[in-house]
């Protein structure tokens, strides 16, 4: 069975983020019958691994979570990560562990403390914390990995002291990490900062979990310590008496917040399915729309047409390797410009050769897009102002702004965590077929 650190070390060397989904018994009684079919439909979205979890609270089955990350590998190809926790462990019940791992041939283990619970409220035996089962996993020659807390963890109000264990988790062995789930990506990149200024240097993956409903959010709030951010608290509100509009909105909201991770070079993306297989489709489908570019029109100007827009705005995502709509950052410099002209665009009904006339780089905070114009004169005066104040105008000084009717104006993603850049590309329509 392939490691985790072999998955990141293969698709870092492919430009890619691997994208993985975990399979979350709530209430420990996932069999192994229906493991094996929610696997099936997660099969078909090609998951770089999937993971399996104890059921929350700490009442899962050891056992079963051993033989259903077994059978996901043997049944569908697809490597596995089997969760064990260490909270009241005995060095005879670790070892019986790791013996039953290796006989059912998992390679990667996400070694966890694990919830306190009734029957074990304190961290007491040989295995106190997260960091004692990662260095006796690595010794036995596992493929360790650990939980990371973006908002630091429940149980340690130092954000600083937080980001230490994590450094000690990766001392003591640990190759890769996946965060608690989180709601506002700005706590991830804040994190991420102080990881990297604290010298770790392994892969973390994003864990994005949907709000399904306002009991389940609630549930989560307490156990884990995420903060909701103002945009969830109002969704709560508004569709508090719809429970299918609201679950709705949560997937759309995680997968929001997925892409976004993506675009900003999130090590990998790993979503917690809560073993509900239109979860993980709807998150694959918006993070594969992502990552290969989609173009899209902004849907002010898809009445008329892409070509019939006094001012058509395109926006496409681009990757980190170069390919997509990134090509049109390049476009800020002149010469790079003059050996990628004219721009071919092609509709499902029209194509057309575009004349590139300024390239701009703006902040996407601040940036307005106007769409509309009274008159010819209004849309070549904007036009003329537009050009006169990019970066690059590269039209010449005798230009008749007059002349153009319709300009489509192409538009990165925001590709700067902090600046919040995009690189505009404003284009007359030459000729048309």
Not at 399 to 405: G, L, P, Q, R, Y
Request: net charge negative; hydrophobic share 40%; with cysteine.
């Amino acid at each position: 069975m392939r490691s985790v650190a072999d998955i990141y070390a293969a698709a870092r060397a492919a430009g890619r983020q691997p994208v993985s989904f975990e399979i979350f018994p709530p209430k420990g009684d996932l069999t192994l019958e229906t493991a094996h079919e929610v696997a099936a439909e997660l099969a078909d979205l090609l998951p770089d691994f999937v993971s399996v979890t104890y059921s929350a609270g700490g009442s899962g089955n050891r056992q079963a979570t051993a033989d259903v990350a077994a059978m996901i590998h043997d049944d569908f190809d697809i490597p596995t990560v089997a969760h064990l926790t260490c909270l009241g462990a005995t060095e005879e019940s670790i070892s019986r562990a790791i013996d039953d791992l290796k006989r059912k041939g998992i390679a990667s283990v996400l070694a966890l403390r694990g919830d306190r619970t009734a029957d074990a409220p304190a961290a007491e035996g040989p295995f106190r914390f997260a960091k004692d089962l990662v260095m006796r996993l690595a010794d036995e020659g596992f493929c360790v990995g650990a939980a990371a807390y973006p908002e630091g963890h429940i149980e340690c109000t130092d954000f600083r002291a937080s980001v230490a264990h994590l450094k000690q988790k990766q001392d003591a062995g640990a190759c890769f990490f996946v965060t608690q789930l989180f709601f506002d990506n700005s706590y991830y990149y804040r994190f991420r900062e102080a990881a990297d200024a604290a010298g770790i240097a392994v892969p973390i993956a994003c864990g994005v979990m949907p709000f399904l409903g306002k009991a389940q959010i609630q549930r989560m709030v307490f156990m884990c310590g995420a903060s909701l951010p103002s945009p969830i608290i109002k969704l709560l509100a508004k569709y508090e008496d719809d429970p299918g509009s609201l679950r709705a909105a949560g997937i759309e909201y995680a997968c929001a917040q997925l892409t976004d991770l993506q675009q900003h070079g999130a090590d990998g993306l790993h979503v917690y399915t809560m073993n509900q297989p239109d979860i993980a489709r709807a998150c694959a489908g918006a993070l594969r729309a992502s990552c290969h570019g989609a173009p899209y029109l902004t849907w002010e100007c898809a009445e008329g047409g892409l070509l019939h827009s006094p001012n058509a705005l395109v926006f496409g995502h681009h990757l980190q390797d170069g390919t997509m709509f990134s090509k049109l950052g390049g476009f800020i410099d002149v010469a790079y410009l003059d050996e990628h002209t004219p721009i071919q665009i092609q509709t499902p009904t029209e194509k057309a050769s575009l004349t590139v006339l300024a390239v701009d780089r703006v902040n996407a905070n601040r940036e307005t897009a106007r769409l509309e114009f009274d008159t010819a004169l209004d849309h070549a005066t904007w036009l003329a102002s537009v050009t006169a104040a990019s970066d690059r105008n590269l039209s010449s000084a005798g230009f008749d702004f007059d002349s153009v009717e319709n300009v489509v104006t192409l538009c990165t993603c925001s590709y700067s965590t902090w600046g919040n850049e995009r690189t505009l590309v404003y284009c007359a329509i030459e000729m048309a077929d």
